[in-house]
């Protein structure tokens, strides 16, 4: 039997003629007819008996239907799949990112959509760029969300527009608590580098090297939110992204920004040979939407 056979079987034997399960499957009478008769004649006997004028199913109907209805469901099961999967209720979202994003905006992101796309299951994980992209290569993430990522062969690029850098101090040691601060003015604190922490940390040093400048490294991360959490304790004062800062604000420090701003990209980056799925898709734009709020 074709599925199309078990469809109108199925349909005929719950309602019990022809006209209601033609009325079912929004199709024509004859329609049904002439699949009942197709199917009967591929099985090699009746499936229904004509008892005045009402279709009686025979015991070989009633032995096949069993089978038959389990089948259906399973159909059932594969239409509500692909309902919800164009309604972009269905599937996963793997997505690798800079530890930053992590604080608020993702997660933020991740709650607002999930309360549209209940059965959206997200997988997160945190990486460094190198990292981040060796998950991309190896497919174990579907999209990984950087700063300033370099450009590569057969990666896609998504822009979300820039953020900016931006420093951190304790207000016990600027008690006056600017609003804005140059890159000369850290030169006269104890300053906390992420000099070796990638793209960010190359931004700086090309800043500071253009200006001819030195700043008192004290201690050196890889980890932005580490060096915010030295300066909470007094440690120094620190450069880090936009995002890292905001979502450790305390009593205890203070976010000033460049005079001369320095700004970097943020992008979504994809393989080339494995286009995003539509729920990918969806989740990216209402990101995009948050970064440009």
Do not use: W
Request: aromatic letters at 8%; charged letters at 20%; one cysteine or more.
């Amino acid at each position: 039997m074709r599925l199309r056979h078990i469809e109108v079987f199925h349909a005929i034997y719950t309602t019990g003629s022809i006209t209601n399960a033609a009325k079912l499957l929004y199709v024509s009478q004859p329609s049904v007819s002439k699949v009942l008769s197709h199917a009967e004649l591929q099985l090699g006997f009746r499936l229904f008996d004509r008892v005045k004028g009402r279709l009686i199913a025979t015991h070989e109907a009633d032995l096949l239907f069993e089978e038959a209805d389990r089948l259906y469901q399973q159909m059932s099961t594969v239409n509500d799949a692909a309902e919800n999967i164009k309604n972009n209720d269905l599937g996963q979202i793997s997505l690798a990112l800079t530890p930053a994003l992590g604080f608020d905006i993702v997660p933020s992101s991740v709650a607002e959509f999930r309360t549209k796309h209940q059965n959206i299951i997200f997988d997160i994980k945190t990486l460094h760029n190198e990292r981040a992209l060796k998950h991309l290569l190896s497919h174990k993430s579907e999209v990984a969300i950087l700063f300033s990522p370099e450009k590569y062969a057969g990666i896609n690029e998504i822009n979300f527009g820039s953020a900016k850098l931006v420093v951190v101090y304790p207000k016990s040691l600027l008690p006056h608590c600017p609003e804005k601060v140059s890159l000369e003015d850290l030169t006269h604190y104890p300053f906390i580098s992420i000099s070796e922490s990638g793209p960010l940390a190359d931004l700086i040093n090309g800043q500071l090297l253009e200006k001819g400048l030195s700043l008192t490294n004290v201690v050196k991360v890889k980890t932005y939110f580490i060096a915010v959490n030295l300066v909470r304790h007094c440690a120094g004062i620190c450069i880090v992204d936009e995002f890292t800062a905001r979502g450790q604000q305390s009593d205890d420090i203070a976010i000033a920004e460049l005079v001369e701003p320095l700004t970097f990209p943020i992008k979504a980056l994809y393989l080339e040979n494995k286009p995003l799925s539509i729920v990918t898709t969806k989740f990216l734009e209402l990101f995009k939407e948050k970064i440009q709020a």
